[in-house]
């Protein structure tokens, strides 16, 4: 696994040490260790099927873990009771009465949750339903439905909220409301953990990371550094085009292995090796013409570190919105 150092400095809202989940012989969650700091968005990526939704189950204290330990807000995730009242949680799509107004299913949620009857104006304003909150719930689209979900999911005034797929089935504008949603609430110091299986979406919204696979962590830290860890490549041109060769191999022989291409030797290596290959190449005798490093792109990271699967994760959203 990669990983790379979160520029993050308030705290860690969820850690977990080798989290498991086995369903039979087979870990769907294995060995997880997460971090996720306080007040920012984290997105929690992977394929269908990758163990997001059971991760998240652990750390809600929904599912029970084979192995392992985790702490949500300071507490061990074997008393949820203890962290519960501070987390919202949009797991599946909430069970809303279909034929009242989303304003009192969210005054039935209140009532239900004991949370503070007072809030539900407030929360339908800030999710976007100032005006919509009096008509019925089957009116609404499916993005306002979900924004409805979200608005349940802030109820207890939670510091953290966690969204499963917050996104699934919207259209583009739709996801731009949700994205701008988490961005404000985010910016008001909650901490935000939600799952995505299209790598698009949770690019623009989050801060921080996480990748899965088949149940294992791939990746955790800042996005900019999973570029830079899977992805970066010095790329060196030869003066002489008869020299490729040798200086492909003598990046191979320097442990990156190097290989040509349009005139030039790629070789995969963290930009500060640049300089090494230069004092390399001369020792040899090879005047290098142009040397640089190429980041490449997060869709090239998740190729280098998901299987075959992981395309999924390149997915778009689908065009038209829904309405269910
Ligand atoms: P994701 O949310 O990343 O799509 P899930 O956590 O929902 O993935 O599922 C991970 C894997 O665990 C899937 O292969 C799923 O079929 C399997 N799984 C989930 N819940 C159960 C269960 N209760 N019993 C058996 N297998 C399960």
């Known amino acids: 696994m990669s990983t790379a150092a979160a520029p993050f400095s308030g705290g860690l809202a969820v850690t977990t040490t080798g989290l498991t989940k086995r369903y039979g012989a087979r870990a769907v969650v294995d060995a997880i260790d997460l971090e996720l700091p306080r007040g920012v968005i984290s997105g929690f990526v992977g394929p269908n099927g990758a163990g997001k939704t059971t991760t ?23 008393d ?67 924004r409805l979900g979200i608005a349940a999911a802030l109820l207890p005034d939670p510091e953290l909220l966690v969204l499963d797929e917050p996104t699934n089935g919207l259209d583009p504008a739709g996801i731009r409301e949700v994205r701008a949603l988490l961005r404000e609430l985010a910016d008001d110091g909650l901490t935000v953990l ?14 921080h990371l996480v990748v899965i696979d088949a149940g294992q962590l791939r ?17 060196a041109i030869p003066e002489h085009a008869t020299d490729l060769a040798r200086l492909a191999a003598i ?10 291409e349009d005139g030039a030797v790629h070789a995969p290596a963290p930009p500060e ?21 190429s980041r490449g792109t997060l869709e090239d990271a998740f190729f280098a570190i998901t299987d075959t699967e992981g395309h999924q994760i390149l997915a778009h959203a689908p065009e038209t919105e829904v309405t269910a």
């Not at 304003?103 to 503070?116: F, T």
């Not at 100032?130 to 019925?136: L, Q």
């Not at 939600?194 to 989050?206: A, K, P």
């Not at 830290?221 to 970066?232: C, R």
């Open 251 to 260: 990046c191979t022989g320097a442990g990156h292995p190097g290989r040509i």
């Open 194 to 207: 939600v799952s995505s299986h299209l790598l698009g979406e949770i690019q623009t919204i989050c801060d």
């Open 56 to 78: 998240l189950r652990m750390l809600l204290g929904l599912i029970r873990p084979s192995a392992g330990t985790g702490e949500v807000l300071g507490h061990s995730i074997t």
């Open 80 to 146: 949820p009771a203890s962290y519960l009242a501070r987390v919202g949680a949009l797991i599946e799509s909430p069970a809303f009465y279909p034929t009242i107004s989303g304003r009192r299913n969210l005054e039935i949620l209140a009532a239900l949750g004991r949370h503070d009857r007072r809030r539900v104006t407030t929360l339908l304003a800030q999710v976007g339903l100032g005006d919509r909150g009096g008509d019925v719930f089957k009116s609404y689209s499916l993005g306002m439905k979900q």
């Open 219 to 235: 990746y955790q830290g800042a996005i900019d550094g999973l570029i830079s860890a899977q992805t970066a490549e010095v790329v």
């Open 273 to 293: 090796w640049a300089p090494e290959l230069n004092r390399l190449a001369m020792r040899q005798e090879i005047t290098l013409a142009a040397l640089s490093v």
